[in-house]
């Protein structure tokens, strides 16, 4: 089971509360930089290990959060094999990764393959008969608000000081909204495709930066081309 699994969604907590945990446990970070775009395949985990390892081999002291949970796929870009991880009661340990980097992914697993995740409303799943929340089940899907996997991650994982924080999201504009609920942004780097929908979808992106107060410091077209070794030209992917 993922070291995740045991969050339950956090509809009942104060957001407030959430927000100043969060603060506290990230007190340490410099910067948190956000990775965000409307649809999956740009290259959006590609670019958060390239920022991560330049940043390292610069000297800077950084943390990613694989914020991703169903498709992770940083650990594995950063070469990062799977290891046995156990949960934590105070706090979850990051993986150290290559350049001194500290990585926090669904990667680390208890043993054994993890359930599939199953995403729920981000409110209390309540049951039938006490009105108590009703506790994951270890043996199925592990159902968790995707508001709450992140809580957890950004309220309970141990990075210490750091300089900067890279969190890879999950595909969607809402999970930059989820995110910015909880943690005050230094950044967000959007990605798109050279399309017109990609395109669209970024100037939504952006009116959402601005709306949750989360500066949008670049856009990253990826996919724009590609060398043509015979013309000696970048010729367009995208009509």
């Given at each position: ?27 340490g ?29 610069k ?8 914020a991703?949970?169903?498709s992770?796929?940083?650990a ?7 290891q ?13 990764g ?8 669904s ?13 729920v ?8 008969n ?9 043996t ?6 995707y508001?709450?996997a ?10 210490g ?5 890279i ?53 990253v ?11 000696r ?7």
């Amino acid at each position: 089971m993922r070291i995740f699994s045991d969050i339950d969604n956090d509809g009942s907590v104060d957001p407030a509360g959430v927000r100043d945990r969060i603060r506290i446990n990230l007190s340490g970070v410099g910067a948190t930089i956000a990775l965000a775009s409307a649809r999956g395949g740009v290259g959006k985990s590609m670019l958060a290990v390239n920022i991560a390892a330049a940043a390292a081999m610069k000297g800077r002291k950084v943390a990613i959060i694989d914020a991703d949970l169903n498709s992770p796929s940083v650990a594995a870009m950063l070469g990062m094999k799977p290891q046995r991880r156990y949960p934590m009661i105070e706090g979850i340990e990051p993986v150290a990764g290559p350049h001194g980097l500290r990585v926090v992914s669904s990667d680390q697993l208890s043993g054994g393959e993890p359930p599939p995740i199953s995403f729920v409303q981000d409110h209390d799943q309540i049951d039938g008969n006490g009105g108590e929340p009703v506790a994951p089940a270890s043996t199925g899907p592990v159902e968790l608000s995707y508001r709450g996997a992140l809580s957890r991650m950004l309220g309970q994982s141990q990075f210490g000081a750091v300089d900067l924080l890279i969190i890879d999201l999950a595909t969607g504009l809402d999970r930059l909204h989820a995110l910015a609920s909880m943690v005050a942004l230094d950044g967000v780097v959007l990605l798109t495709h050279p399309s017109a929908q990609d395109t669209s979808a970024a100037r939504q992106a952006m009116k959402i930066g601005r709306a949750i107060g989360a500066p949008i410091v670049g856009i990253v077209e990826n996919m724009a081309g590609f060398n043509c070794d015979g013309c000696r030209a970048v010729r367009p992917l995208w009509p």
